[in-house]
């Protein structure tokens, strides 16, 4: 997949849009409307997030893939060019100069696609009819996407969040059409997990990532390609006195190890049971021992 620069491409392309935050479902068929068009080469124009970032952390965490997941995937689906400016920079374009120096003079637009609900142009003054007026009127396709529902429910990032927030694990992954991964550096633990016969790696979840509930959960581990059932405990582990922010603390079953330093891909599948104090480690021991076997 190729990054777009200044000079723009020379050739028509249909072009998916939008900011596409946990890149789910609805997302999902904006970008394949757009990539399958024969004749015309696949693009995404969508805003590099990691820009961002100070303001995701001033709102208890917004973001539900990192933008490094959101290309890998771009990159999986089809697309050929992505082109993903900063926010900052085209912040202040009108509705009519976004459609005219992006779409139309940079990305040589002969059919552009977005969702129901797409905003655009200085303070989201253009709507998706908006879009279709000024395309309309320069020879450039418009293609709108109805919203995707999924249990008689309007899937958005909005609601994903929410059920994130809640532990409704299965039901964001429903939702976003995949599961919910987190690809973090391992980090140097107590290691108390390994003193019961539960050697555990430690990652912590970034500020600027919605936060799941705490709590166990099913989960997959992936390292070096190799899929490994696991549990994950999200929270401040209150039977062995830890004090600092929340952490993902994986079991992986039948894995033991050492991962410190490198980075391990952790998907969650189910939410399995509240956090919870224990008075002995044996007790502690006796509860993992139940969830390995759920699991």
Known sequence: MTEIKEQGINKPSAVALGFFDGLHLGHIE????????????????????????????DSRGHCIITYEQKMKLFEKMGAE??????????????????VEKILKE???????????????GKG?????????????????????????????????STVIREKIRNGDIEG??????????????VLKGKQIGRTIGFPTINQEIPDYMVKPKNGVYKSWTIIGGRTCRSI??????????????????????????????????????????EEVRFDS???????????????
């Open 172 to 185: 964001a992954n429903k939702c976003l059409g995949y599961e919910l991964s987190y690809n973090l550096p």
């Open 124 to 156: 989201g003054e253009g709507s998706p009819e908006t879009l279709r007026e000024l395309c309309a009127c320069r020879g450039i396709a418009c293609e709108v996407v109805p919203a995707v529902a999924v249990d008689g429910e309007t899937v958005s």
């Open 232 to 273: 994950t405990n999200i929270g401040v582990k209150p039977t062995v006195g830890y004090t600092g922010g929340a952490i993902m603390e994986t079991h992986i079953i039948g894995f033991d190890g050492d991962l410190y330093g490198s980075e391990v891909i952790v998907a969650l599948r189910e939410y399995i049971r």
């Open 81 to 98: 060019y992505i082109y993903a400016p900063d926010f900052n920079d085209i912040r202040d374009y009108s509705a009519e100069d976004f």
């Open 106 to 120: 940079l990305l040589c637009a002969g059919l552009v696609v977005c969702g129901y609900d797409f905003r655009f």
């Open 281 to 295: 480690l044996d007790e502690l021991k006796a509860q993992l021992e139940r969830d390995k076997e759920r699991a």
């Open 30 to 57: 904006v970008v394949k409307r757009a990539l399958l068009k024969d004749g015309l080469c696949p693009v995404v124009f969508t805003f590099n997030d990691k820009t961002l970032l100070p303001k995701f952390r």
